[in-house]
């Protein structure tokens, strides 16, 4: 019972934090999450498609948003852009319009043993003077749904709920997990 | 620059330009096994991003387009960029069924600047989720 109790206490400290993290607008600049190897990075960068830049595999428009999009930083260093300020979305849909444009961007550069990663949190057009924050993941999905809002989009999204009802919650159809608590 | 600095600078020049995978390295060819999972938990190690426990949140980051990876069983992380002829990474409706799963995979590696960007040409071998590390962690991030 106290594991369980302390389960649940341990997911509602961190949905606490994910709540804040996401909801505070980013006035300065971008926002700490407290995670180990984080460093506020605010940089000019050209956007690239992954395949593209690795590969020479270059469709119009860097895949039109199904392609992983990097930023090539003037000293040649290229960066993957993993996460926006979408809650479990990544950069891809923010980065879009800058395909092969420079741009401005303002985030976390995290570095893990096993590898490095960038989370976008505002980007401009460079010499602009108004930051956009990197929700257009949102927007899209709002546009797609036809939805007035993107709150808990991950819970309402027809493709993520298929594959969950298929599967389970556990990737198992044939594991019933315990009740939450 | 006394000339001792410009040698110093010249070999350091030198060993950097052959240091592999600085840049857009060469293609290897590989053989990895190991669990599908999602990059951004994973790394940021904001909760437990590994195994059943896993699964729900890695669906919800594969759709919303999150890069995804494959974690072999030393660490190692490869981010796939292709799976046979499907270059869609992301949002990959296929990528998306099978997260948290062991497999089995061929592929060209390339390396550059710290990442390693897997071309996956074959799915040799597809366990399934073997690592049911639910009945430890529940189900991340909150329970259900």
Same mark, same amino acid.
């Given at each position: 019972?106290?594991?369980?109790?302390?389960?649940?206490?341990?997911?509602?400290?961190?949905?606490?934090?994910? *709540?804040?993290?996401?909801?505070?607008?980013?006035?300065?600049?971008?926002?700490?999450?407290? *995670?180990?190897?984080?460093?506020?990075?605010?940089f000019e960068a050209t956007v690239v498609d992954l395949l593209c830049e690795l590969r020479g595999d270059c469709p119009a428009a860097c895949g039109g948003g199904s392609?992983?999009?990097?930023?090539?930083?003037?000293?040649?260093?290229? =960066?993957?852009?993993?996460?926006?300020?979408?809650?479990?979305?990544?950069?891809?849909?923010? %980065? %879009?319009?800058?395909?092969?444009?420079?741009?401005?961007?303002?985030? =976390? *550069?995290?570095?893990?043993?096993?590898?490095?990663?960038?989370? =976008?949190?505002r980007l401009r057009k460079p010499g602009a003077t108004d930051w956009v924050r990197a929700t257009a993941f949102a927007e899209d999905w709002k546009q797609r749904n036809?939805?007035?809002?993107?709150?808990?989009?991950?819970?309402?999204?027809?493709?993520?709920?298929?594959?969950?009802?298929?599967?389970?919650?556990?990737?198992?159809?044939? *594991?019933?997990?315990?009740?939450?608590? | !620059?006394?000339?001792?600095?410009?040698?110093? +600078?010249? #070999?350091? !020049?030198?060993?950097?330009?052959?240091?592999?995978?600085?840049? #857009?390295?060469?293609? @290897?060819?590989?053989?990895?096994?190991?669990?599908?999972?999602?990059?951004?938990?994973?790394?940021?190690?904001? !909760?437990?991003?590994?195994?059943?426990?896993?699964?729900?949140? #890695?669906?919800?980051?594969?759709?919303?387009?999150?890069?995804?990876?494959?974690?072999?069983?030393?660490?190692?992380?490869? $981010?796939?960029?292709r799976v046979e002829d499907d270059s869609r990474n992301v949002s990959n409706p296929a990528m998306i069924r099978i997260q948290s799963h062991r497999v089995t995979v061929?592929?060209?590696?390339?390396?550059?600047?710290? $990442? @390693?960007? +897997?071309?996956?040409?074959?799915?040799?071998?597809?366990?399934?989720?073997?690592?049911?590390?639910? $009945? @430890?962690?529940?189900?991340?991030?909150?329970? !259900?």
């Open positions: 019972m106290g594991d369980v109790r302390m389960r649940w206490l341990r997911s509602l400290a961190l949905a606490l934090a994910l *709540i804040c993290v996401t909801a505070a607008a980013p006035a300065g600049a971008a926002q700490k999450w407290g *995670i180990d190897g984080e460093m506020v990075a605010q392609r992983q999009l990097g930023l090539v930083r003037d000293d040649g260093t290229l =960066l993957l852009a993993v996460k926006s300020n979408t809650l479990f979305a990544g950069a891809t849909m923010d %980065l %879009l319009p800058y395909c092969g444009q420079r741009v401005e961007v303002d985030g =976390l *550069i995290i570095s893990h043993p096993a590898m490095v990663i960038y989370m =976008l949190q036809g939805a007035e809002d993107a709150k808990r989009w991950f819970r309402r999204d027809d493709k993520a709920n298929e594959v969950i009802r298929t599967f389970g919650k556990v990737g198992r159809p044939d *594991i019933m997990p315990p009740p939450a608590d | !620059m006394p000339r001792l600095a410009r040698l110093f +600078l010249f #070999a350091l !020049m030198l060993s950097l330009a052959a240091a592999p995978g600085a840049r #857009a390295g060469e293609i @290897k060819r590989v053989t990895v096994e190991g669990e599908l999972i999602d990059t951004w938990c994973y790394v940021t190690e904001i !909760m437990y991003a590994r195994g059943s426990a896993h699964f729900q949140c #890695a669906v919800w980051c594969a759709v919303g387009g999150i890069p995804v990876s494959i974690r072999a069983d030393d660490g190692t992380l490869y $981010v796939v960029l061929d592929g060209d590696l390339i390396e550059r600047d710290g $990442v @390693k960007y +897997l071309l996956v040409t074959q799915v040799a071998d597809d366990q399934g989720i073997v690592d049911l590390t639910h $009945v @430890k962690y529940g189900i991340q991030p909150w329970g !259900m």
